[in-house]
């Protein structure tokens, strides 16, 4: 009798083993810093909207700095092109580049944006959230962290992204790494960060907006219970919507300056190739926005934002709720404990 209770006892200490096995695992990850953490969420959830998104950026950046009109009812007819022409993968083309960019880049925007929210409210604990202006401030220094410490990463996704490779393989198969190097050998620190003023000025309204909308609109509906996922989608893809909208001439002026010389344009300006030699030197923002304006007159500055539209709220709810579950995921106990006890406490 003995006997086979102890081995029914081995045999349920077994199965719980076997059930809580990996617990230690995470037990692990959520002894490590809050911002190791978050940049661990931001990243993994960067990548997974990235990821889903990918193909529409590959089509949206090829219209960006080339003088062709966009329709979005030409989408699929785009797509079925680049297959047919560069095989299925070309549609994830420099998807490699986004992902090693995406991980820092997000992660990082992550994790500033919490640390901000995080002193802000630390400083005030009868709020329960960021004011619309402190989450935009908090925004664009999240936004501004990001872009600079990952911006020559952005700039070689994108020029990977025009160029254009046959079936089989071409002279311009060129890696991220080969593209990154010869930045660096053509024009030396400058050259890893052409385009950079527009980017700038594009990123801090564009993350400041986003990130606020997205606060706001969590903190109205989560005053009182957790938010479900659709409704963090919805935020998500609302702040997204608004953001993308409002800084898209910037986006535009931006790609033009990080390809031209690797595409052809309609503009006068060369630049540098990462597949060949260098050329004149690249243009000034302002002219590559009188060009454009010259060239495709407001309207250019809007092309292939109605792509936008459709892939910019996927993608923004697609990573704010990743990243809240997965923050969610890793959050310790003393952490959600504080963070219920200001819900109750400032309602």
């Not at 986003?210 to 479900?228: G, H, I, Y």
Request: net charge positive; proline share 3%.
């Amino acid at each position: 009798m003995n006997g086979t209770s102890s081995n029914s006892s081995s045999s349920s200490s077994d199965n719980n083993n076997k059930y809580y096995g990996n617990s230690w695992y995470f037990d692990e990850l959520k002894r490590l810093p809050k911002e190791i953490r978050n940049i661990m969420a931001g990243g993994f959830a960067g990548m997974i909207a990235k990821s889903v998104v990918a193909p529409f950026d590959r089509i949206k950046i090829l219209y960006q700095v080339s003088s062709a009109e966009f329709q979005i009812m030409n989408l699929p007819k785009i797509a079925k092109r680049i297959v047919k022409e560069e095989g299925l993968s070309a549609l994830w083309k420099g998807h490699t580049a986004t992902l090693i960019r995406v991980f820092p880049y997000s992660g990082i925007q992550f994790m500033v944006f919490d640390r901000c929210k995080t002193f802000v409210l630390r400083e005030q604990e009868h709020m329960w959230g960021l004011s619309p202006l402190e989450s935009l401030c908090a925004g664009m220094t999240a936004g501004a962290v990001s872009c600079l410490a990952t911006y020559p990463l952005d700039l070689t996704r994108a020029q990977l992204a025009v160029l254009k490779m046959k079936k089989g393989g071409s002279s311009h198969n060129v890696g991220f790494g080969g593209a990154l190097h010869r930045n660096y050998l053509d024009r030396g620190v400058k050259g890893l960060f052409r385009g950079i003023t527009p980017t700038l000025m594009g990123i801090l309204p564009y993350s400041g907006i986003a990130f606020s909308f997205n606060e706001q609109a969590k903190r109205k509906v989560s005053e009182r219970r957790d938010l479900t996922t659709i409704e963090r989608m919805q935020c998500g893809a609302l702040s997204g919507l608004f953001a993308q909208t409002l800084t898209y001439p910037l986006e535009v002026t931006r790609r033009r300056m990080q390809t031209i010389g690797i595409v052809a344009t309609s503009g006068k300006n060369a630049a540098v190739d990462v597949v060949g030699k260098a050329h004149n030197r690249p243009p000034s923002m302002s002219v590559i926005i009188k060009e454009l304006y010259q060239e495709q007159g407001i309207r250019g500055f809007y092309k292939g934002v109605s792509l936008n539209w459709f892939k910019g709220p996927i993608a923004f709810s697609i990573s704010f709720t990743c990243f809240d579950i997965i923050q969610s995921f890793l959050e310790t106990d003393a952490e959600r404990r504080f963070r219920l006890h200001r819900r109750t406490t400032t309602v």
